[in-house]
Structure formats: C-alpha cells, structure tokens
C-alpha cells in the first residue's frame, strides 16, 4: 500500500521556498493509521488536540523590516486530516521574505490555510518572543525512568502493560520514548506523561512499554494514540490522558494530547529538551 506521505517532500531534498504558497501544506488522513487500532472516525473514545510549537516564524513589515514571533497551532484529534510537518516547515518559510501588514494578518492566514488542509477548526495564536502566556519547563508527574529493569523488545508490546489492585489517581513521566520518522526513518524523541484513574498501573511494565516504541516507525499523532488504546485494554483505567512533548526538528515540535476526561492546559510547554 502506498504510504500516504507519498508526493510530499519528506524524504527528499527540497528547495526552500521564497514566497508564500499554501500548496505547500500537504494533508495526511489520520484513518490509515487508526483502523489497526479499531478507532471509527465518527467514534473516537477520546478527545484531544494536536499542539504544534513553532519557534521560528517570521516575515516582512510592509517597510521590509522583518518581524518574528512564536507560533501555537491547535489541530483536533478528530480532523480527518492531519498535516506533514516537512510541508508545515516549507510553508511557514514562506513567509520570511513576504510583506505583511500585521501580526494579526500572519496569524489569521496560517489558520485559514491549516483548517483548510486539515478539514477541520484549526486554532493559531502568535506570540512575541517576550510575551509567551505561562510558559512550563518542567513536565508533570513521577518520574518512572529511574527504575532499575532490563529491556528486550523494541517494538510495541502491549503484553508488557497490566494493572491491578485499588484504583488510583496518578500522573507517571517518562523521557525514554524515542520512535523513528516512518518514511525517513530519523529518530523522534519525547517525553510521555500519562495521568490516569484506575487500577495501579505497574510501572516497570509500563516503562518496558515505553521503551518498546524504540524502532517503531510511524508519526508522533498515531504513536500516542496507539499508547492510549494499548493503556486501555490491558490496564482497563476509568478514566485516562497521554500526553507526549516531542523535541523539536525544524523550528517544530509536537505535542499529541488524548484524553477521555481532561482537557490540554493552556499553559505553553517548553521541556529542557524542546
């Protein structure tokens, strides 16, 4: 089957564009990657956002000073289309030679252009380096990473997963999460944080778990909601929320966030490693 990266720029080398081009953007289907794990379009068991950093965004005043600003892009998890991040790096270059009249212009065209790939309700807000809104450096929980176990699978075993015992209320942390770029095959590195009520999640198995993405190949998106539907059936928490801070490439980084109870803090994240 053809991957559906294909007839992107991923994987190939690309000439940086020097004028803005929203066909740039190219629109992955989130449904290839979801049937395996038994996920129905119109029935998703959790909510959650897509939160994009992008740290280098810039563009001409009408007098050709250039301006700069931080980006935060919003995309539903239930989009039916989710965005290339190569194609979302050549598209916001685009802008560093175009004149535009305002900040608030910049903002409104790059939401425009991503609803419109991602066929669905994308929110941008555009930041002055000096005005990030509570900016976070530090990820939530207990760090599980400490734990002294061995590890022999390197790709994803929900077997290792189980849970037992009175139901609980926790967040646990890890920053061992590392996958592979499934067209290029570059490592993508993160930090997953799962709060969860429920029975005690054991936690050497979780962090097996964790470890057993290793030299999985797929997009930053369907590993997290893969951690979500494997936490589900073998741990059977009441309620649950993966969150995985990815590191940047590219002026980018990616934050998947599901849950079947929360919401995403509106807090900027920045992790030492972003």
């Known amino acids: ?99 535009m009249v305002s900040l608030e212009a910049v903002r409104a065209l790059i939401e425009t252009d991503l609803s419109a790939a991602c066929q669905a309700g994308v929110t941008v807000e555009l930041y002055s380096p000096d005005t990030l809104p509570g900016l976070a450096v530090q990820s939530p929980g207990e760090s599980i990473d400490a734990l002294d176990i061995a590890c022999e699978r390197y790709h994803p075993d929900p077997a290792l997963l189980s849970a037992a015992g009175d139901t609980v209320e926790e967040t646990l ?17 993160a930090s997953v944080i799962v709060h969860y009520v429920g029975p005690r999640i054991d936690r050497a198995g979780l962090l097996r778990y964790i470890v057993s993405f290793r030299n999985h190949a797929d997009f930053h998106e369907h590993c997290v909601e893969r951690i ?45 490693r972003q």
């Open 228 to 272: 979500w539907v494997d936490l589900m059936e073998r741990c059977r928490p009441e309620k649950l929320t993966v969150f995985a801070c990815y590191t940047r490439r590219g002026g980018l980084d990616i934050n998947p966030w599901r849950s079947n109870f929360e919401t995403l803090p509106d807090t900027f994240v920045k992790l030492a």
């Open 1 to 99: 089957m053809e991957h559906p990266a294909t007839g992107s720029g991923l994987g190939h080398s690309t000439d940086y564009p020097d004028s803005y081009d929203a066909g740039l953007l190219f629109p992955m289907p989130r449904e290839a990657s979801r049937l395996p794990l038994g996920l129905a379009a119109d029935a998703l068991p959790f909510a959650g956002i897509d939160r994009w950093h992008a740290w280098e965004v810039s563009w001409l005043n009408p007098q050709g000073k250039p301006e700069v600003a931080i980006g935060r892009i919003d995309i539903p998890a239930s989009s039916p289309f989710m965005v290339e991040s190569k194609s979302l790096k050549l598209y916001l270059n685009g802008y560093n030679s175009e004149r």
């Open 173 to 189: 942390r890890s920053d061992l999460l590392k996958s592979n770029c499934p067209v290029t095959l570059q490592p993508d590195w």
